[in-house]
């Protein structure tokens, strides 16, 4: 049902302008935007993405309402980046408004703060405005389907359709599947059927083959 949906930006997002935006922020930490090498079909959209970020703060204002006026006392599951939820929950936290959703809500984070710096205590602010006893974790990333859930002992675990690799980051070789590895985390997605479903991430990760995790997964 659409009027059960509420978003913080409606309809679907251009695959286009979200490559666009990460090849900048990418250049702009290296400084290098000068550099760059797009396509001038590409390029000539740089500006819709610097109007989206110029309207960003307006448009969390907007969602908040939405989120506050329509939302408060109902049993709700959101979902948001780090730095989305920390900026409602900052909001509302600021002009006293706390415990929002029922209880039972769910509150499912993941994705970084994507370059905004977030407080130590940003996931006990969000729990506080939405009213929820703790969020509820992921790692994940765009190119692959799963979301991998964060467990009591703060331990992320691989779902069973994905298959977890730990690279040398300098050969790309994979390491052994015993003991504890550090490198760079590589998958195969079990779920992909109209594409490879291969990829190489650029995050070092830490794995513990060896043991069962302390929550008694493993």
Sequence with gaps: DPEREH???????SSD????????????ALGEVQRLNLSPTLLARRAEFEELARKQPGDVERFFRTVVDQLRGERVYAFGT???LYNLAEAGL????RGVLAPESIVSTGGGAKGQVVPPDWREQIAEF???PRLVQNYGMTEVMAA???CSEDRYHIEPWTILFVLDPDTGAPLPRTGRQVGRAAFFDLLADSYW???VS???ISVDWSQPCPCGKT
Aim: proline share 3%; aromatic share 16%.
């Design 7 to 13: 978003f913080l930006y409606p309809g679907h997002q």
């Design 17 to 28: 302008l979200m490559f666009l935006a990460g090849r900048l922020r990418a250049a702009q």
């Design 82 to 84: 780090w730095n989305v």
């Design 94 to 97: 600021r002009n006293g408004v």
């Design 130 to 132: 939405f009213g929820v």
């Design 148 to 150: 991998h859930k964060l």
């Design 197 to 199: 479903g291969g990829f």
């Design 202 to 204: 650029g995050d070092e």
